[in-house]
Nanobody, 124 residues
Framework: QVQLVESGGGLVQAGGSLRLSCAAS????????MGWFRQAPGKEREFVAA????????YYADSVKGRFTISRDNVKNTVYLQMNSLKPEDTAVYYCAASRRIGLPSKVGEYDYWGQGTQVTVSS
C-alpha cells in the first residue's frame, strides 16, 4: 500500500520560512518523479514544484521560483519543500505527489499517488 505522509506545516509570519517533508512508503521511491501542489480555500489545486527521479532537475511555478526549493533523499524515501520569504498568498494545504510520467509533470492528473496534505498559514 502506497503512503505519502506530509509534515512540517504550521503558522508563520510573512517573510518567514517553513520546511515541509513527505515520507513515502510502499513504492520504489527513486523510480518516481515527486511533486508538491497546494490548494487554497475556494481554489483549485495548483502546481508548486517537481523534482526528477535523481534530484538533478527541478521545475517551479513562477509564483514560488526563487523562494521555494524542492529536494529529495532517495535513501530516506523523503521529499522536501523548503519555503522561504513566505507571503500570505502562500497560505494553503500543501500536498506531495508521486508520478511515473516522463519529464517533470505539472498537472494534477499526471500524478499517481497523493498525500493527505499539511496546512500552511502565513500571517501578514
Amino acid at each position: 500500500q502506497v503512503q505519502l505522509v506530509e509534515s512540517g506545516g504550521g503558522l508563520v509570519q510573512a517573510g518567514g520560512s517553513l520546511r515541509l517533508s513527505c515520507a513515502a512508503s510502499g513504492l520504489p521511491f527513486s523510480g518516481y518523479v515527486m511533486g508538491w501542489f497546494r490548494q487554497a480555500p475556494g481554489k483549485e489545486r495548483e502546481f508548486v514544484a517537481a523534482l526528477s527521479r535523481s534530484g538533478g532537475a527541478t521545475y517551479y511555478a513562477d509564483s514560488v521560483k526563487g523562494r521555494f526549493t524542492i529536494s529529495r533523499d532517495n535513501v530516506k524515501n523523503t521529499v522536501y519543500l523548503q519555503m522561504n520569504s513566505l507571503k500570505p498568498e502562500d497560505t494553503a494545504v500543501y500536498y506531495c505527489a508521486a508520478s511515473r510520467r516522463i519529464g517533470l509533470p505539472s498537472k494534477v492528473g499526471e500524478y499517481d499517488y497523493w498525500g493527505q496534505g499539511t496546512q500552511v498559514t502565513v500571517s501578514s
